[in-house]
C-alpha cells in the first residue's frame, strides 16, 4: 500500500508548475516590475530578457509582443478575479450579481494604486481577447442550469458581453481617474468603481431570466388562448 506521505507528495509533484510556466511566470513578473519603473511603452523587449536572465528568443517565444505582454499582465488580472466569480457560484456562496460587483471592486482598487501605467498597458493589449474568459463562461454555464440566466443566448455569448463591460468599465475609468488629478487612492477607485459598475450592471440586467425572448409562435397561442 503506497504511505500518504509518498501520496501527497504524488499531489504535490503534479500541481508543481513546469520550468515553461516558471519561465512564462518569471518574464511577465520582470516585465511589469520595469512597466511600472520606466513605463510601458518606454520598455524595450531585450530589457526584459536581460532581466529575466533569457536570450530575446526565449521572451519571444512566451510574449511575442508587448501587447501580448500587456495582455498577460491586465486581462491576467480579469480572468484571476473570473475564476473567483465561477467558485462563489458553484459553491452558492455568493450569488452571480453580488460576486460579480466584488470582482469589479476588487479590480477598481487594484488600478487606482497606479492609473497611469495601467491605462498604458490597456492602450498597448489588443482589444481582441484570444479567447474567452473561462471563469465567466463558468459562471454563467451554472446559471442557466440553476434557470437564474437567460438561456436563449449561449454562455460563452454571455460572458464576452461582461468581459467587454468590465474591460470597457476598466479602460473608460483609467481615463476618468487620470483626467481628475485625484491624488487620494480610494477617490480614483471609486471613479474607476463607477465606471465598470454602469456598465456591468446594463449586461446582469439584460442576463435575468426575465428577459429571455419568446418564440413569437407561442407568443400568439397564448394570446389566442387568452
Known amino acids: 500500500m503506497q504511505s500518504s506521505h509518498s501520496s501527497q507528495s504524488t499531489l504535490s509533484a503534479e500541481v508543481r508548475p513546469t520550468k515553461r510556466e516558471r519561465t512564462r511566470a518569471r518574464l511577465l513578473a520582470n516585465a511589469i516590475a520595469l512597466f511600472r519603473a520606466q513605463g510601458v511603452r518606454e520598455t524595450r523587449l531585450v530589457e526584459i530578457a536581460e532581466a529575466s536572465e533569457v536570450a ?27 475564476r473567483e466569480i465561477a467558485r462563489a457560484v458553484r459553491e452558492e456562496t455568493r450569488g452571480l450579481r453580488v460576486s460579480v460587483r466584488a470582482a469589479c471592486r476588487a479590480l477598481a482598487e487594484r488600478s487606482a494604486e497606479e492609473p497611469v501605467v495601467r491605462w498604458a498597458a490597456w492602450q498597448e493589449t489588443a482589444r481582441v481577447r484570444p479567447g474567452p474568459v473561462a471563469g465567466l463562461r463558468d459562471a454563467f454555464v451554472l446559471e442557466q442550469q ?3 440566466v437567460r438561456g436563449d443566448q449561449s454562455a460563452e455569448a454571455l460572458a464576452d458581453l461582461l468581459a467587454d463591460a468590465i474591460e470597457g468599465g476598466l479602460f473608460e475609468g483609467l481615463a476618468a481617474a487620470i483626467e481628475s488629478r485625484d491624488a487620494e487612492q480610494r477617490a480614483r ?7 465598470i459598475q454602469a456598465r456591468v450592471d446594463l449586461v446582469l440586467d439584460g442576463a435575468r431570466k426575465r428577459n429571455e425572448r419568446v418564440r413569437p409562435g407561442a407568443s400568439a397561442t397564448r394570446r389566442g388562448d387568452a
Open 189 to 195: 477607485a471609486r471613479t474607476i468603481g463607477a465606471r
Open 56 to 82: 530575446p528568443a526565449t521572451l519571444f517565444n512566451h510574449f511575442p509582443s508587448r501587447a501580448d505582454l500587456t495582455g498577460a499582465w491586465v486581462r491576467g488580472e480579469v480572468e484571476a478575479e473570473a
Open 146 to 148: 440553476r434557470e437564474h
